[in-house]
């Protein structure tokens, strides 16, 4: 085995980041940095100098995402072609209507709800609309989470192909789905106009994309798909409150915006905010598988796990119930239909652990590496949830008169965390590993949702914008 | 001697003992968890409402429990206080045990290494070497080219290469820790600490007796360079000007003066087009004396002013007391003789009723009532503006007081336009509401007629008397009962015009019949009144000018329905008059917040530092790499690698096994020259 000289030299010369760069990331750049540009030329008169600020950030900061993890170039690619084809869409869309005598308003929602009055493109109707595409993006997201249990089932390597295309496309169309809603709301007038970051339904799907694409990162560091069925699911959860609250709430109109959203500070605030829930939903999910294979191992059928999935089940339940009948108890007192739903989640924790076993514990991912994933996203979650706090701080001192009033939703803020500061202590610190911390960021998930909805469901405050 | 070293030892033993025990981890968390479980509890008992909800809601027991543990206002409370403090001494003694150990490592390279200890580490390997100067170069040069700073030493039997990066991992711990600090020092500076501190000096007193700012005694008063920080409210009314705020802390308020007034010389909402609120905006006047200055500004949400360490922020809004014009329909006066009343929000009139002196108290007017449209609104709205209302309550005499809400324009219900009232008697409930139907002209007059037509017994007698000749005409023997029908007929008006329909089955159910005949008696009885009212109701088209030869319209037979559904109601409005509101001059007044925040610049800077820190800490891994040159038991020159990284294990194992592969590329090239 010989080595020449030369191959001696480039295994000894610095290796520069930016000479690794390809001419396709030069091209990703510079077509982002033309797209901000004439972005800015058109729209600079409706934004202030923090918004500007924001805007060539943001090119900036995904340039830099897209030469990091270069999946994402493409990514973004699709969602700004499939977007700008959306948008270019609408034009002769809305004119139709107009011309049928519609006002702008309601064309834009017969738009946009796929209303039976629109006969425009089938491309645009059934692919491209904002709900339309959010739809896709629902229906990939749940398809995905059963062909990604199916490749864990049977480690089938065209199924984990396809599990991880669908989660792709997914997220695609999530991103669509959000982009050309924004359009939309400036459709139905200027002023009404907003980042669709602002309520529920749009921070839902932001939640699911975001989560996503954390899933995904891990999914090619890792190279394994054995952890997607479990962080799936709480995608899948998302969007099945997505689809009811759209569906019986009609929450997927665009309303304008109270005054006191109406910040630059939205935009960076809420984005960050779900990078942190988003990453601490993830581990809590790979908390679960954690523990669900640890169980399995230990051949003995485990009534804590199930215990677990129950008490998920029952805060779910309560959660639906505030929302969808007004009070706990109206659904509680139902006891048939209590005791039918916690059997549904006992027979699914009792199938997940029998499931598991049939799988066999060789053929389930490592435990080291489900710790080690747990933690990465934890410490991600904790940066950017870290970074939201502190923004909604700031944004707090400009709107309601200083930056911390121990407003339920802050004090919540604080309470996550705290927990995961705590977390992170054990962990870095007193060196503790495994099963305490899996059962822990299961534990932290819960704390996670009652800031993200149980705040704004069971407990008044500021955040719920019933004033100003 | 001897006892004087052993005091000695035993006090540097205490001392760190107590180290030991205030930097342990245990207590850290102990600490954060306890913090987040009584913040927790701040949430969901809502804080600093009046102490009556609490004792409705928990009893008195419970209340005293409560209040004595400070759980109404959990955050300012001395315990929480305390809490904070453990918080920043633990985390201050981690610094202070950490902090040297953490500058230590950034610059120690671990020259000093054994041989035996680096190959316990994990996946370190050994070559055995000929050139060992070249073999040096190369790892040294390889460990640079992957960003390692490189220190060399030399022992006597050995000879250490070693790398280090990621140093300022260590650095983040320092500074995500001096951050929380920071963060909070600038969080206490701003908080109510010092209110407390004065109030238990006796300094200060919190009122809650006085009505009027004017009136506060001087302890309860405060000049501005009295508190660090604070943040109080003001409503201003247009036109009006304040030079306080009023701070409220548990049932009573402390007066803030500031040291310049604040003129308030506009506020506007404005909306949507389809009718919520867009923005609120108020144009302040900032007066100040000291300064010799005086300047406009317009702040609204989102956009405060600032000006000399005091920020100034729109909160909310009110009436800042309107001018009201009404015009007052009596119910129970045949002649009809209306009064105009004018007043201002927050002001108050005395009337002369038949039920006795009776005091208007004007509560709030609301110039829009937007709403969202109901499910398949006919043009297809999403909110309907209902126009101007103005909440008043009636007192009598007694100090028994009802709250009414009048609107001022007709808006539709059941089809038709009615002028909407709603009462209720205490603001628990909800409003019951009157509907009178509007007329032709969009004016209650047609109704008012109607009812005044019905006071007048007179008239009524009069119209009784020709509609009963009507109808009998050509019965034989009417005479007879003839007068028996008029006398009910007025019976029946007489009672429904002070009971309603209630007072009529009241008048039944009286009667020492059986069941049957009651029914039987009851339609007779409606059937009555119904010709009567019917008759009196076309005495009043009639003096409207409508020719009544020809059958009434639909849409009058419609007015004619709706009165009477107004009218059976009338007996539990509880006042015997209706105030139609007929004009206003709309004053608003702002709601603003005033705050003094001096911690607010120390708080962002302990956040900057902790995120850098938190970066630092979380995302930077301190790695070292160690090259040992030496001699192995048989005289071979050896070269053994080993490395460490204090995160993500997994990651630098990974790294570090493609850095042996590549010296074991560089290496044998080495090894065959």
């Known amino acids: 085995m010989s080595v020449t000289k030369d191959a001696i030299h480039d295994e000894l010369q610095r290796e520069s980041f930016i000479k690794s760069l390809s001419i396709v990331d030069w091209l990703f750049a510079a077509i982002l940095i033309v797209g901000a540009g004439y972005a800015y030329q058109l729209y600079n008169y409706l934004m202030d100098g923090y918004e500007v600020a924001i805007l060539f950030g943001t090119a900036i900061s995904l340039i830099a995402l897209g030469w990091w993890w270069k999946a994402t170039r493409i990514l973004m690619v699709a969602i700004a072609a499939l977007s700008l084809l959306s948008i270019l869409l ?34 645009f109707k059934y692919f491209l609309s904002s709900t339309s595409a959010i739809m896709w993006m629902s229906a990939l997201f749940i398809m995905a989470t059963i062909v990604y249990f199916f490749n864990l089932a049977t480690r089938n390597v065209y199924a984990g192909k396809v599990a991880t295309a669908m989660t792709w496309s997914a997220t695609t169309m999530g991103f669509v789905g959000l982009m050309v809603r924004w359009r939309e709301s400036y459709l139905i007038s200027p002023e009404v106009g907003h980042i669709p970051v602002s309520n529920l339904y749009e921070v839902f799907i932001l939640f699911a994309v975001i989560t996503a694409l954390i899933y995904l990162h891990y999914e090619g560091r890792y190279k394994t798909k054995a952890m997607g069925g479990f962080v799936l699911m709480v995608i899948s959860a998302a969007i099945g409150f997505l689809l009811w609250y759209h569906f019986n709430k009609g929450a997927h109109e665009i309303a304008p915006l109270v005054p006191a959203l109406k910040s630059y500070w939205m935009k960076i605030h809420v984005p960050a905010n779900f990078i942190g829930y988003g990453a601490f939903a993830l581990a809590a999910m790979l908390g679960m598988f954690y523990l669900f294979i640890e169980h399995a191992k230990n051949a003995k059928l485990s009534n804590q796990i199930i215990a677990v999935i129950l008490i998920f089940g029952i805060t779910i339940l309560s959660f639906f119930g505030k929302v969808g009948a007004g009070s706990v108890e109206v659904v509680m007192s139902n006891i048939g239909l209590t005791i039918l739903i916690c059997a549904g989640f006992w027979v699914l924790g009792f199938g997940i652990v029998r ?5 066999g514990p060789d053929n389930l991912p490592k435990l080291d590496m489900l710790d080690d994933v747990m933690h990465k996203s934890i410490a991600l979650g904790f940066g950017f949830f870290t970074i939201a706090t502190i923004l909604g701080a700031a944004w707090a001192a400009e709107a309601w008169g200083g930056y911390w009033s121990w407003d339920p939703k802050e004090t919540w803020a604080l309470i996550v965390w705290l927990n995961y500061a705590a977390w992170l202590h054990m962990r870095l610190m007193k060196g503790l590993r495994g099963t305490p911390l899996a059962w822990w960021s299961v534990v932290g998930l819960l704390i996670t949702t009652f800031a993200f909805i149980g705040v704004n469901i069971f407990l008044s405050g500021l955040h719920a914008y019933g004033e100003l | 001697m001897e006892n004087n070293t052993t005091t000695a030892k035993a006090t540097v033993s205490r001392r760190s003992v107590l180290l030991d025990f205030l930097g342990s981890m245990n207590l850290a968390i102990t600490i954060l968890v306890i913090i987040a479980i009584a913040s927790a509890i701040g949430t969901v008992l809502k804080q600093n409402e009046p ?21 109404y206002d959990i955050y300012s409370s001395g315990w929480f ?34 041989i035996k200890s680096l190959k316990t580490i994990e996946g370190s390997k050994s070559w055995a070497i000929s050139d060992v100067d070249a073999t040096e170069k190369t790892v040294a040069r390889l460990f640079e080219v992957q960003g390692y700073q490189v220190r060399r030493k030399q022992h006597d039997d050995r000879t250490i290469i070693a790398g280090m990066r990621g140093r300022y991992n260590r650095l983040g711990y320092i500074f995500a820790h001096v951050g929380i600090i920071v963060l909070l020092v600038g969080g206490v500076m701003d908080s109510t600490v010092d209110i407390g501190l004065r109030e238990s000096l006796g300094l200060s007193k919190i009122d809650n007796t006085t009505e009027f ?3 506060m005694p001087e302890i309860s008063q405060l000049q501005p360079n009295d508190l660090i920080s604070f943040r109080g409210n003001i409503s201003i009314a247009e036109g009006q000007t304040a030079n306080f705020t009023l701070l409220r802390i548990r049932e009573g308020t402390l007066v803030q003066y500031l040291p310049f007034a604040i003129e308030l010389k506009d506020f506007r909402v404005e909306h949507y087009s389809s009718g919520q609120p867009k923005s609120f905006e108020s144009d302040l006047v900032i007066i100040d004396k000291d300064k010799d200055a005086k300047f406009e500004h317009t702040i609204s949400v989102n956009y405060p002013l600032q000006y000399r360490g005091y920020t100034i922020y ?29 007043g201002v929000v927050r002001g108050e009139r005395v009337l002369d009723t038949i039920n006795g002196e009776q005091t208007m108290e004007f509560i709030d007017f609301k110039k829009y009532n937007v709403r969202p449209a109901e499910e398949g609104d006919p043009e297809g709205k999403k909110f309907v503006n209902d126009g101007s209302s103005v909440v008043f309550k009636v007192r009598n005499s007694s100090g028994v007081a009802r709250e009414y809400t009048n609107y001022m324009s007709p808006v539709i219900f059941k089809g038709r336009y009615v002028f909407i009232t709603g009462m209720r008697n205490s603001p628990s409930e909800a409003y019951r509401y009157l509907h009178i139907p509007a007329d032709e002209k969009f004016t209650v007059e047609r109704f008012m007629k109607f009812h005044a037509l019905i006071n007048n017994s007179e008239r009524a007698h009069q119209i009784a008397v020709q509609t009963v000749d009507q109808v009998l005409k050509d019965a034989p023997d009417s005479d007879k009962y003839r007068q028996n029908i008029i006398t009910t007929m007025m019976e029946l008006l007489d009672k429904f015009n002070y009971g309603g329909y209630a007072a009529i089955d009241n008048h039944i159910s009286n009667q020492q019949v059986d069941a049957a005949q009651k029914a039987k008696m009851r339609e007779a009885y409606l059937k009555v009144l119904n010709t009567i009212m019917q008759a009196l109701y076309m005495d009043v088209l009639q003096a409207e000018g409508v020719d009544i030869s020809k059958p009434i319209t639909e849409d009058q037979q419609g007015f004619y329905l709706a009165a009477l559904d107004t009218l059976r109601q009338i007996p539990l409005y509880g006042t015997p008059f209706y105030a139609q509101l007929t004009d206003f001059t709309h004053v608003e007044s702002s709601g603003l917040s005033v705050a003094k925040l001096p911690g607010t610049n120390v708080f962002y800077l302990g956040s900057v530092m902790s995120i850098i820190g938190i970066f630092l800490l979380l995302y930077l891994s301190q790695q070292r790499l160690w090259a040992v040159f030496y001699k192995n038991d048989e005289g071979q020159d050896t070269l053994l690698v080993a490395g460490s990284g204090n995160r993500n294990v997994e990651d630098f194992k990974r790294h570090f096994q493609q850095l042996v592969d590549k010296l074991s590329r560089l290496v044998g090239e080495n090894k065959n020259t």
């Open chain 2, 51 to 71: 102490y009556n909800n609490y004792i409705i809601k928990f009893g008195p027991f419970w209340h005293e429990f409560f209040l004595s543990l400070n759980l």
């Open chain 2, 314 to 342: 729109q909160a909310s809004f009110g009436d800042g007391g309107s001018k009201l014009k009404f015009k007052v329909w009596p119910f129970y006066d045949f002649k009809l003789r209306t009064l105009d009343v004018s």
């Open chain 2, 213 to 215: 700012v004017k009136d």
């Open chain 2, 81 to 114: 206080l305390v809490l904070l403090v453990f918080l920043v001494i633990s985390t201050l003694t981690c610094i202070y045990r950490n902090t040297p150990h953490m500058l230590r490592e950034m610059r120690n390279f671990r020259l000093n290494s054994k």
């Open chain 1, 355 to 359: 499931g598991m076993r049939a799988i």
């Open chain 1, 90 to 123: 609408y034009g002769p869309a809305i004119q139709a209507l107009l011309t049928q005598g519609m006002d702008s308003r309601d064309a834009i929602a017969a738009l946009a709800n796929l209303d039976d009055k629109v006969n425009s493109k089938f491309l």
